[in-house]
């Protein structure tokens, strides 16, 4: 399985960036996206499922959208009204029995 993440980049505090992950393989039953800011343990921002059902971190619920196009196997994280606080590394994340990750992209939100 190989994931191509893309669309991290530096933004000013209250923009918008749009995530981008493509996944090979077969279509997954997760997909989701989880974030590592320095010095700190990396953890869920938003999965969503094959049916669409999602699910969100509350420090992102409101300001994040996360999406997915099945033909595409292709997982979307909209970023809106960033703040300096969301500034990590993104990865995505696929599952169905196993799990795999992305390579990371930074995101980096100035102030």
């Known amino acids: 399985v190989q994931l191509q993440a893309s669309g991290g980049g530096l933004v000013q505090a209250g923009g918008s960036l749009r995530l981008s992950c493509a996944a090979s393989?077969?279509?997954?039953?997760?997909m989701g996206w989880y974030r590592q800011a320095p010095g700190k343990q990396r953890d869920l921002v938003a999965y969503i499922t094959s049916s669409g059902t999602t699910q969100y971190a509350d420090s992102v619920r409101g300001r994040f959208t996360i999406s997915r196009d099945n033909a595409k196997n292709t997982v979307y994280l909209q970023m809106n009204s960033l703040k300096p606080e969301d500034t990590a590394v993104y990865y995505c994340?696929?599952?169905?029995?196993?799990?795999?990750w992305g390579q990371g992209t930074l995101v980096t939100v100035s102030s």
């Open positions: 994340n696929v599952r169905n029995t196993y799990a795999y």
């Open positions: 393989g077969s279509i997954f039953r997760i």
